[in-house]
């Protein structure tokens, strides 16, 4: 089925462990990002793309790094696991076309991390 | 960051019951966006409404935009129980494109 894909699904990390969050889409899109979600907090953005080789950083970068080597794939890698990286984080894709021209995300079903 | 907020922070109604949920955003816009989540799982996409338009329907959704107001409302006519959900605003506010979430709306509908 054509969509998002993260894996893994769930994950425990100690503290000063690294890690990648893997984001796959099949649907060609041009643009992609990473968000967490707190409770209370919504959805923040963390990194997007809006093409390989592009990647700008979004309200909470520290801490996160991102490379898009290709269409298709997104990972996040976490570089140093703090327990306040503790978060559900959710992978999106659309297509982009230019500075305002809006195209409605498709979402993984995201990666519910705890590091502890 | 977060641009969109929604209000109420929640909401419980009955089946059959019209839910109106309310976002307000900051600065200029090209599009601004609903977004459902369900518990535990990712967001699913409802409706686009740009800048230039003012009324968006799609199924029992209806969504209206004031830019002079710098808000928008989502209308969810006739609700059901699998209606219940948070949802989202987003807009384009600061990049054009990369979309800020509000905190969202906790709709519950009961039989």
């Known amino acids: 089925n054509a969509g998002v894909t993260q894996t893994p699904k769930f994950q425990v990390l100690k503290t000063g462990q690294s890690m990648t969050l893997q984001c796959a889409q099949d649907?060609?899109?041009?643009?992609m990002s990473w968000y967490r979600q707190d409770p209370g907090m919504g959805l923040r953005l963390i990194h997007y793309?809006?093409?390989?080789?592009?990647?700008d950083q979004g309200e909470v970068p520290n801490g996160y790094n991102v490379s898009r080597s290709t269409t298709e794939d997104f990972p996040l890698r976490l570089l140093s696991a703090a327990p306040s990286q503790t978060s559900v984080y959710f992978c999106?894709?659309?297509?982009?076309?230019?500075?305002?021209?809006?195209?409605?995300?498709?979402f993984g079903s995201g990666t519910r991390l705890t590091v502890v | 960051s977060q641009q969109g907020e929604e209000d109420p922070q929640a909401l419980s109604i009955q089946e059959g019951e019209n839910a109106t949920m309310n976002c307000s955003y900051k600065?200029?816009?090209?599009?601004l966006q609903w977004y459902r989540q369900n518990s535990g799982r990712g967001l699913v996409h409802l409706i686009l409404?740009?800048?230039?338009?003012r009324e968006k329907h799609s199924g029992r959704l209806r969504v209206t935009l004031d830019t002079s107001k710098k808000s928008s409302s989502l209308l969810i006519t006739a609700s059901r129980a699998a209606d219940t959900a948070s949802y989202f605003c987003a807009t384009d506010e600061n990049s054009g494109y990369a979309l800020n979430f509000g905190k969202g709306t906790s709709l519950l509908v009961t039989p």
């Open positions: 649907m060609n899109h041009e643009y």
């Open positions: 409404i740009r800048s230039n338009e």
């Open positions: 793309s809006v093409g390989a080789g592009i990647t």
């Open positions: 999106a894709s659309s297509y982009y076309r230019g500075r305002g021209i809006g195209y409605g995300y498709t």
């Open positions: 600065t200029s816009i090209n599009n």
